[in-house]
């Protein structure tokens, strides 16, 4: 399956307060046990760390860089 990220789905999986917050991190957590081929543009890449650093901080950006944006 291949499945296309978007920045609202990014946002959602990083802050407790966003509304969608509780489903994108079920369904983050399902993908864990069978990954999907993710898919994303750089400018979905670009406009979700800009919207994470303004709303959340440059500590968000750094967990967001690391914990998903790693490829090890």
């Known amino acids: 399956m291949v499945t296309f ?10 802050d407790a307060d ?3 917050h509780e489903r994108a991190e079920a ?5 864990l046990e069978q990954p999907p ?3 994303c543009s750089n ?3 670009l406009e979700s760390i800009a919207l ?10 750094r967990a967001f860089y ?3 944006l790693s490829f090890e």
């Not at 920045?7 to 999986?13: M, P, Q, R």
């Not at 994470?52 to 950006?61: E, P, T």
């Open 5 to 14: 990220v978007d920045t609202s789905a990014l946002y959602a999986l990083l």
């Open 18 to 20: 966003d509304c969608n």
């Open 27 to 31: 369904t983050w957590e399902g993908w």
């Open 37 to 39: 081929l993710f898919v």
């Open 43 to 45: 400018y979905v890449l």
């Open 52 to 61: 994470i650093q303004r709303r959340l901080g440059m500590k968000a950006v």
């Open 66 to 68: 690391e914990q998903m």
